[in-house]
């Protein structure tokens, strides 16, 4: 183990083990499209959430590209709950087409909604284009991990997770268990 010595104050010495710096949200990314699971389109929004969460300093342990069918976006889910990630982000099918079930999928294995990362989001998202009151975006606590539902342009999703940024180290604790004060 590699030790590092600290600048002394007030006459006090210490030493004190060097450790990498624990990420502090463990992520998983869900890309929800029944063309990009097919191999007919190539995904984009996904790559765009990683290097979002990889600026924020987040570690991204898993990525997937699932159709557009419920048990397999829960299934996805789940796994990435079971692997660690306590944060995990969809992004796509939160339109109102009739393949959009992303929210249908979430709420089905959720404990608890947050309709404020919702309501946020499409409050945010309505500057920018008025087709944002279509979108059907949500946050919810699935076992131990905040859910979040993203658009699927990868720009929409990008800015609802900037939008909702602030609250999900406080969020995410919460969903873990972790003791923590507001």
């Not at 030493?15 to 992520?27: D, F, Q």
């Not at 419920?70 to 796509?92: K, N």
């Not at 709420?107 to 989001?121: A, D, I, K, Q, S």
Request: proline content about 5%; charged content about 20%; some cysteine.
């Amino acid at each position: 183990m590699r030790y590092q010595k600290r600048l002394a104050y007030a006459g006090t010495k210490n030493l004190l083990p060097s450790r990498p710096m624990e990420p502090s949200i463990r992520a998983g990314i869900i890309t929800v499209s029944d063309r990009a699971a097919a191999g007919e389109y190539q995904d984009l929004g996904g790559p765009a959430l990683r290097r979002e969460c990889e600026r924020h300093g987040w570690a991204v342990l898993a990525e997937a590209v699932v159709p557009d069918e419920v048990a397999r976006i829960q299934e996805a889910i789940r796994s990435f709950g079971t692997q660690g990630c306590s944060l995990i982000l969809t992004t796509g099918g939160t339109g109102i087409a009739g393949r959009d079930v992303t929210p249908e999928a979430i709420r089905g294995l959720m404990r608890v909604e947050l309709p404020g990362f919702g309501e946020v989001m499409r409050m945010e998202s309505m500057k920018l284009t008025k087709n944002a009151i279509l979108s059907r975006g949500l946050a919810a606590v699935v076992d131990r991990a905040l859910v979040i539902a993203l658009p699927g342009k990868p720009q929409g999703a990008v800015d609802c997770l900037g939008f909702v940024a602030g609250a999900l180290e406080h969020g995410v604790k919460l969903a873990q268990h972790v003791a923590t004060s507001c």
